[in-house]
């Protein structure tokens, strides 16, 4: 059996855990053994720690490498000695060294995985740091995968590296008639048309450029039934909160925090918007090409996240009407389900994923 440790920051509702989560439910656990090293403490991915103890595997919280990085070199040290085949690390930016620098002290291989193509938070000093550690990074014994081309680039400078795409399960994600009534019954909607998105309240996904665009709908179409329904937690969602209740748009905008059963909002959406400044590649975008949906996206997105050819990108510097017309026109009826149908045996079909990732840690 291959034993491989998961190195990430945290187990809650993002595109790496989503690539994680689809692995885990789908790989042959008498083959693959994950165990998982985090550090924030809160896991918001309830389903994900559920299947993690259903597998077998191990949550170990290690301390934020911010607050003492010898000790979290200390506490990964002593994880490894168990023994892993693969150190798989997942990363937005090189900030952290520290499970790089550890990991190449032991036998097993390691994995670098890039998943953005900017570091979130932190700002120059940040970046300066990615710039430093991801010479770390060019040894030619660490194994380099990305999320998409982009998010290559940024984290490998110039050297070589597998994409390897996320990937959906189409049947979980196929459009639920039942799943939408579900979720409308439970937030009190009838015939309203509902804008929806996914993501962490943090300034990379731009909530609050959502929340100008819905206020701008609400103004020019008074009259179309609309409500804008935001899952996700984060530190900004306060303020967006607060944002949604100043621009007198409140009543119309359902805050649902952390999900764990995401496919059954994508059916309850009737089209998806994602503003992202910038993204590694939007997972949550083929996931809701997956439920038939029709995508409106800035144009800092990758042209990869398009399967389906339903995905609109604007540029964030338009005039904020151009966004007001694009969702107007996706809330058009669709044939959610001849949407849905272009992404079988596609790149991002779940199980061309396990293939490739038995593939690499065999």
């Known amino acids: 059996m291959k034993r491989i440790l998961h190195v990430i920051h945290g187990l809650n509702v993002g595109g790496a855990e989503t690539f994680i989560y689809n692995i885990l439910r789908n790989i042959d656990s008498s083959e693959y053994h994950f165990d998982f090293a985090i550090q924030n403490p809160e896991i918001g991915h309830k389903a994900f720690k559920k299947l993690i103890e259903e597998k077998g595997g191990k949550i170990y919280i290690i301390t934020d490498f911010r607050i003492n990085i010898l000790k979290q070199y200390r506490e990964l040290s002593s994880i490894l000695k168990s023994g892993y085949d693969y150190v798989h690390i997942h990363m937005n930016a090189f900030v952290n060294p520290v499970p790089a620098v550890v990991a190449s002290k032991f036998p097993g291989k390691v994995i670098i995985h890039s998943h953005n193509t900017h570091n979130g938070s932190g700002g120059t000093p940040a970046r300066l740091l990615h710039l430093l550690n991801r010479r770390l ?8 995968l990305a999320c998409g081309t982009d998010a290559g680039k940024w984290m490998f400078r110039g050297k070589d590296f597998t994409v390897v795409n996320n990937a959906v399960d189409l049947d979980r994600f196929r459009y639920n008639v039942e799943a939408s009534r579900n979720i409308r019954r439970k937030y009190g909607l009838t015939d ?3 804008i929806g998105h996914m993501g962490r309240f943090v300034p990379e996904k731009n909530q609050k450029f959502i929340i100008g665009l819905f206020t701008r709908l609400k103004q020019e179409y008074p009259l179309l039934k609309t409500k804008l329904m935001l899952c996700g937690d984060g530190p900004m969602k306060k303020e967006i909160m607060e944002f949604a209740e100043s621009s007198g748009i409140i009543q119309d905008v359902i805050f649902t925090g ?6 059954d909002y994508y059916s ?8 992202s400044w910038f993204e590694g590649l939007a997972f949550v975008a083929v996931e809701a090409q997956a439920a038939g949906l029709k995508v409106i996206a800035s144009d800092t997105n990758t042209s990869e996240i398009d399967v389906t050819g339903n995905v609109r990108f604007l540029s964030l510097g338009n005039d ?15 044939d959610r389900k001849k949407n849905a149908g272009r ?4 790149k991002y079909d779940l199980s061309s994923l396990t293939r490739t990732m038995e593939t690499i840690y065999a």
């Open 137 to 144: 990074c060019m040894k030619k014994d660490f194994i380099r």
């Open 258 to 263: 952390n999900i764990s059963e995401p496919q």
């Open 192 to 194: 309203e048309l509902v």
């Open 268 to 275: 309850a959406f009737d089209c998806f918007l994602l503003p």
């Open 343 to 346: 992404l079988a045996g596609s």
């Open 320 to 334: 904020v009407s151009a966004w007001v017309d694009a969702v107007k026109h996706a809330l058009a009826p669709t």
